[in-house]
């Protein structure tokens, strides 16, 4: 591996340390992952690449280098959007057919704005399922976006946000960006191996954002690393500093549920979640094992009345799924989608007021801890059988959710991190997750935690 392409396989941090070193430019970078991501055609990641916004940027950032005037921490670092983002110069798809041939969008929406003002090299458009609606990150229309840990196998990349998260495993770009409404974020992160930071709802302008349930909908960072999530965080905020720093573990109080959340569990998964547990307790960590009424009530509540999402999606999108245009979408959205038809006021008025009584609860027993858990219960499955089988694919997308869909209802944030793998190298995920707004603490912690599990999973 050539030296350029060594530093263009670094984390983001590590790339702009790069650049200001003087041991490479944002010329060369991004035109090393241009190549990449040309290469990787076939393996349906990105659904639109901004070669010349990218190279204008990059040369940009070069020149300001090259004065000792960078932007900001990460001036010159590639990054890419999942496809419901508008970027200038490109439509914005949702991951549906129904849109891939609308005009390209004339400005960035802010955050995306934010990013470029920051110096960040915006180099195109990520795959996702369509309207954002499954974990599984199946999309019959720009192919299903490869995952990078099995390549004889095509496995599930995850979902919504796909292509963010293959990208990084891939080593495409450093950091990508995509949305979490019921594990989004957090479902790539975990089944590329890579980390992912659901922030909490509000956090970064959703302005212009293609939305699926607007009450759970946020935009978050998948990464190589923890600090680069803080630094792409603090960047799409508009911020030029970030209050994150590092927390003594030693201070640290995690929650490990004994319901829910390890049930129906691959052994590979439980076996690392408990050596991650194990690890943090060596670093001083409090573990308490405790059972947390609030996840069982979510779980009641949703078997009887259904999902909010599902009721904001089929709102949202309710002229395409009653329309002649509901024929020509991903089937199996289109049946999510209907289920929020089915769905009485009474039903959407219980889950709101189920919600407003779940949330103290758990804020309750969490009273300054974290809560900790398997990010998803199973590694990346096999393609195949789910494009078989509808029945399936709505059995698998539900376990897989299961986890991170839990914590969108009681308005958690959360990090996910790479923990291990299973006896197929394939990765594992832990997660960890604190109330709403307590991202800057939650992300503290965060840069210690990966740094035990990574190193107890030998990552």
Sequence with gaps: MSDIESIASRTAAGIA???????????AVTECLLDRIRKAKADNIFIAVTVDRALDEARRAEVRYKSGNPLSALD???????DIFDVAGTPTTAGSILFRDTPAKTADMPCVANVAAAGMVSVGKLNMTEFAYSGLGLNPHFGTALNPNDRATPRSPGGSSSGSGAAVAARLVPCAIGSDTG?????????NGTVGYKTSTGRIDKTGLVPLATTYDTIGPLARSVEDCVLVDMLLRGEAVSPVRRADLRSLTLVAPTNVVTDDIQPAVLEN???????????GVTIRRQRVEALDRVVEMTAQFGTLIAAEAYTEYQEIADGEQGQRIDRRVLFRMLGGKKMSARDVLSIQRGRQRFIPMVEAVLAGALLAMPTTVITAPEVAPLEADDDLFHKVNLRTLRNTAVTNVLDLCGVALPNGHDGGRLPTSFLVSAPHGDDTRLLGYALEIERVVREAGAI
Excluded: M, Q
């Design 17 to 27: 340390l790069a650049y200001r070193s003087g041991e490479a430019g944002p010329v």
């Design 76 to 82: 010159g670092v590639p990054i890419a959007w999942k």
């Design 183 to 191: 594990g989004s974020v957090r479902v790539p992160a975990a089944f």
């Design 273 to 283: 979640f408990e050596r991650s547990l194990e690890a943090l307790a060596k670093a």
